[in-house]
């Protein structure tokens, strides 16, 4: 045990070692170089107050753990980029410690066919590290070609996307604003105005994984539209979206159709949409739905942890939600969040938000994650989390 925890204590600072040898560099790195570093540390604490199962005692704990995100972009000609991103994670908190194979579970949904995560754990300490980016880039006039660990962001709408088909995320994970990557091939043709054509394929180790979609993009009338057609994994998949204005007020909104292959799944449709509006004093509203219908919509489902696809963006068949930002003064920034589902145990997610700017390059938030829902002990509180989080960007 104790050269196990040894070496884990090596590989730590061996590790600490190259980060902070690459802020150095970043640094003192010359404007004219064909390498570009930059990224971010943060500090989350988080608290958690929540029971594990129906019927057991609520628990009061706390989690920690450092965040440090690394973006490289090498530029090895005039039409030839090299872009990779490296998100270590520090875990060092009560709630990673009580979870069995919580390193595992980072992992999941972000490997996809080749393995670039280092998991290490020692007693009462976790490291989580995983390339989301790995990709070579090939742009040449209207032509652009991807080949790599990459984001492919089809989606339009703020909260939910059903045209996301790759890499869908989960609203509920703030802490991660540059998301999951998909190993895949994306070629891209820039067309008129606003218009292009792209078709994009994954990675995949069984036929049943196989994700090849393609879409269209133009603009009519001063919407932005797009169409998209394909196969992912046992569906053939047919969606659309769309983005413009009524008036001042925003509207876009996406939907996807979902025809299994499968006697043992059945067919899906989701679609979602939203109205957004700003004042001139930099105050933002937003405020949608969506309907879901591949969801279990049972009232006792986990919002934090559920089967996440792009044909299940939600527990609940039918949601509803309300955000808005508010800048109190030019260095504080507010916001809340309200989304509620009308099934039998009226489940509601609350998040309220409040961002200081310390400086140019350093941030600290409080965010709360709260759920209430109806149950054995009358309608209150499911699950409270609430973070802190200090960014410095380099």
Known sequence: MKSLQLDFKRKLLLILIILSSTIIYSQSEEKESKIHINGYIKSLQGLFDFS???????????DNFLHHRLNLDYYISDNITFKSGLRTRLFFGEFSRIQPGYGNLLTEGGNDVINMTL??????ILLHSIVDRAYLEYTKENLEVRLGRQRINWGIN?????NDLFNAYSFTDFDYAERPGSDALRVRYFIGFAGSIEFAIKAFKDT??????????????????QILAGWSGKDVVLGGGWAGSISDVGFKGEFSWFNSTSDEVDNAFAITSSFDYSLGNGTYFIGGLLFNDSSNNQSNSNIFSFDL??????????????????PITPLINGGFAFIYSPVESRPIFLSPTLSYSIANNLDVD???QLVLQDGANGYGSQANVFYLRMKWSY
């Open 208 to 225: 049943n994984e196989i994700v090849a979609v393609g879409l269209y993009k133009f603009n009519k009338n001063n919407y932005d539209y």
């Open 366 to 368: 409080l965010v709360g």
């Open 119 to 124: 998991i290490n754990s020692g007693q009462n």
């Open 309 to 326: 696809s792009a044909r299940n963006l939600y527990p609940y068949k039918w949601s509803t939600f309300i955000q808005t930002t508010i």
């Open 158 to 162: 703020t909260l939910w996307n059903p």
């Open 52 to 62: 594990l199962a129906p019927g057991q005692p609520r628990q009061t704990i706390t």
